[in-house]
């Protein structure tokens, strides 16, 4: 089973980010093992620390896809294409990567194997959770051919 680890910056403080993010993971169960990373807002340097540090423990084998504004764009279908792709490689540990709200560091950027953006729009870092989350529920309904609804 493909196994997911979202590292993001920053803690849900309220109660509906928390259940949106908890109703995906809930249905994300039967597709694929997906963990979320918190961590600590703080400086982008402190940021880029506790990322890197997140990424190692990953191991090696993990890829690492960062959301940035000025990544490739993706589509939902693009998203299911990238995770049967990657799986497909023999890549079975994906990490997406949420930055605080000061951005990323270079050095995280250059660790990512590639960048990936829901669009030109900004989104605030806890919406961006729940897309995310959605959005990798969706590409699993779609790589199984299952209806999704809405």
Known sequence: MLKITVIAVGKLKERFWKDACGEYLKRLGGYANVAVKELPDS?????????????????????????????????????????????????SHI?????????????????????????????????????LLEQIYRACKISRNEPYHK
Do not use: W, Y
């Open 95 to 131: 990490a997406f990567i949420i930055g605080g709200s000061d951005g990323v560091t270079r050095e995280v950027r250059e660790r990512a194997a590639e960048r990936m953006s829901f669009g030109p729009i900004t989104l605030p870092h806890n919406l961006a959770r729940v897309v």
């Open 43 to 91: 400086n982008a340097q402190k940021e880029a620390e506790l990322i890197m540090g997140a990424l190692d423990a990953a191991g090696s084998g993990c890829h690492a896809i960062l959301l940035d504004i000025r990544g490739k764009e993706t589509s939902s279908e693009g998203l299911a294409e990238k995770l049967d792709g990657l799986a497909l490689r023999g890549i």
